[in-house]
């Protein structure tokens, strides 16, 4: 089926018509339009156009009120103020959008983008050999959430998870796995994420107690790097061995998140090993990339470090070594000529924010990012304890990502089971869907924040049924679905014909905003808007349960056709935008 032109779409076409009719010299003009309290919709254009013209705007909004077509769209358009336009649409014309939307299956009427491109999206980054901490929490959850909305409008997308998997410290770890060969030897077979992270724990404390007490062991695992990056089959063969642990223990990791994590997606810092004497020497050539003090940089005016000299981007190290520069620049040359990709995006720390600045001034110096293929960082922000300090233990130790999300469906499930009598929940019932509200918990504390911003973890708030979280979403969803449970032989079906109630007006009004909400939230990366939509919808749907009978007292027959229909397409709604989001809406809770 077709997209669904939305009323917000259709009535800016017969105001922009209307606006051109009565001041043709104006060209396409934008009335911009926008939701208001004293009607469905406010025009607020004509003033700016007005003082253009030398025209009088209160004549000219006039004008433009003879000129616009209402058909069976606009019920009432009236002049307000200085030259403001309020518009009311027909109840015939709510109900007919969001009948068309709901006959659109699980798109919901929301368009493909026109024109897509390749995007490819660099999140979930953690390292080889190391736990996932509570700093992993936000690139993982925000670019996954990123990855679903943009496929969902149609963008083709190429997930990467750029994992930190070389470097001086596997020679540390090499060496010492040769030298103790059963470390990391598994007797019963197969292991979980915990054991494998324990396991790499336990042998990265031992060789790191060696290295820093032991003058012999220190010189042999220096010579087993050099072995690494020089492909020695042997030193490659453990260093394999470490990356596949971890992988065991990353996978766990990202499942208890609710997340698909593709092994062919994961290309770490490795991967891009054999590009880096080549891009080293095409920004050389170029004159993009000098010699400095032995090592070679990328100087930029603007960049100068407090002494005011310039900080260069360091491309490789005097002693011949390469940094994180020459491997993200070679990740971009990679993506760009290999993978087709016209954007790059990375959800990476915003602390971050000065190295990919350079990064991608460099790349464009050298031709590989343009016009045509554009870079984008998705900064986000420190996730900060209750006392609005960066989240530590009382040690002052970075907390585990597995202990935050283990006490969260701890949390979840307490909740849940206060609740479950009432609704008859079974306790195989109860343990999923509180995995489902623990996780859609944190995520959504997350995700209901713009991404630049820090965050307070409060477990306790994530967890409430009251307020702006991810339980009271998921509370509004089950509610709706076990009303279909005492509908008897009362079905969701659309009335145009009907008028509608002040809280049905308002409800329809939001549904309809659907497809324009997540044009905008793909288009400016903003799952937050998304967040935000979602929640006023439960808020929406509220207000209308409470004054709008479905079930009890039984309205007449089609009123209450009607008002199921409104119910299923709010539920459909609520549980397309959570699941984009990365969050499951349980059918019972």
């Not at 920004?283 to 005016?301: I, K, N, P, T, Y």
């Not at 991608?360 to 900060?384: I, P, S, Y």
């Not at 009271?472 to 509608?500: C, M, N, V, W």
Request: glycine fraction near 8%; proline fraction near 4%.
């Amino acid at each position: 089926m077709a997209s669904v032109k939305s009323l917000t779409a259709s009535v800016h076409q017969r105001l922009a018509d209307a606006l051109t009719a009565a001041l043709p010299e104006a060209g396409s003009a934008d009335p911009l339009l926008r939701r208001s309290d004293r009607a469905d919709f406010q025009a607020n254009g004509i003033l700016a156009l007005a003082k253009k013209a030398k025209a009088n705007p209160r004549e000219l909004a006039t004008q433009v009120v003879a000129r616009v077509e209402s058909g069976e769209m606009i019920k009432d358009i009236e002049v307000s103020g200085p030259g403001f336009l309020n518009i009311t649409i027909t109840d015939r014309a709510i109900t007919e959008n969001l009948a068309a939307r709901y006959a659109d299956g699980e798109r919901l009427g929301v368009p493909l983008v026109e024109h897509p491109g390749t995007t490819v999206i660099d999140y979930a980054q953690p390292n080889v050999a190391k736990e996932m901490h509570v700093g992993h929490l936000r690139s993982a959850v925000i670019g996954d959430a990123v990855v679903q909305i943009l496929e969902f409008v149609g963008e083709s997308v190429v997930r990467r998870h750029h994992i930190g998997d070389w470097g001086t410290q596997f020679g540390m770890l090499i060496q010492y796995l040769i030298e103790h060969p059963h470390e990391l030897d598994h007797e019963g077979g197969e292991v979980s994420g915990e054991e494998a992270m324990s396991n790499l724990n336990r042998l990265y404390k031992a060789a790191r107690t060696l290295f820093d007490s032991d003058e012999e062991f220190k010189t042999r695992a220096r010579r087993r790097v050099v072995d690494l990056q020089a492909g020695e089959p042997e030193t490659l063969a453990m260093w394999q061995k470490f990356v596949d642990e971890s992988k065991i223990y990353f996978y766990s990791v990202f499942e208890k998140l609710d997340m698909e994590i593709r092994d062919p997606d994961v290309v770490g810092e490795s991967g891009y090993n054999d590009m880096l004497d080549e891009t080293c020497r095409l920004l050389e050539e170029s004159g993009v990339a000098v010699r400095s003090e032995g090592a070679l940089c990328v100087f930029f005016d603007d960049i100068k470090g407090p002494d005011g000299n310039p900080v260069p981007l360091i491309v490789r190290k005097s002693d011949g070594g390469y940094g994180y520069a020459a491997t993200d620049l070679s990740a971009i040359r990679d993506r760009v000529f290999r993978l087709k990709a016209s954007t790059l995006l990375y959800v990476v720390d915003a602390r971050q924010s000065l190295h990919f600045k350079m990064v991608f001034e460099t790349a464009r110096r050298a031709g590989w990012l343009n016009d045509d293929v554009k870079a984008h960082q998705l900064a986000f922000g420190t996730v900060l304890g209750k006392d609005g300090k960066p989240f530590k233990t009382r040690e002052g130790e970075t907390i585990r990502l597995v202990d935050l999300l283990d006490e969260a469906i701890e949390r979840a499930t307490n909740v849940v089971r206060e609740k479950a009598e009432k609704v008859g929940l079974s306790e195989p019932e109860i343990v999923e869907n509180g995995r489902y509200v623990g996780i859609g918990a944190v995520k959504y504390a997350d995700l209901s924040t713009s991404a630049v911003r820090d965050y307070k973890f409060d477990l306790d708030q994530m967890v409430s049924l009251n307020g702006d979280t991810s339980v009271y979403l998921q509370y509004a969803y089950a509610r709706i679905r076990s009303i279909f449970g005492k509908a008897g032989d009362r079905t969701p079906l659309a009335h145009p014909e009907l008028e509608l109630a002040p809280a049905e007006r308002e409800l329809g009004l939001h549904l309809d905003r659907f497809a324009e909400t997540l044009e905008e939230v793909a288009a400016e990366y903003a799952p937050h808007k998304l967040a935000a939509y979602l929640y006023q919808l439960a808020s929406l749907y509220t207000t209308f349960y409470d004054q709008c009978p479905v079930i009890k007292p039984a309205p007449a027959q089609e009123v209450a056709e009607n008002r199921l229909f409104l119910c299923d397409l709010t539920a459909r709604t609520l549980h397309q935008g959570m699941a984009l989001l990365g969050i499951r809406t349980p059918e019972r809770l």
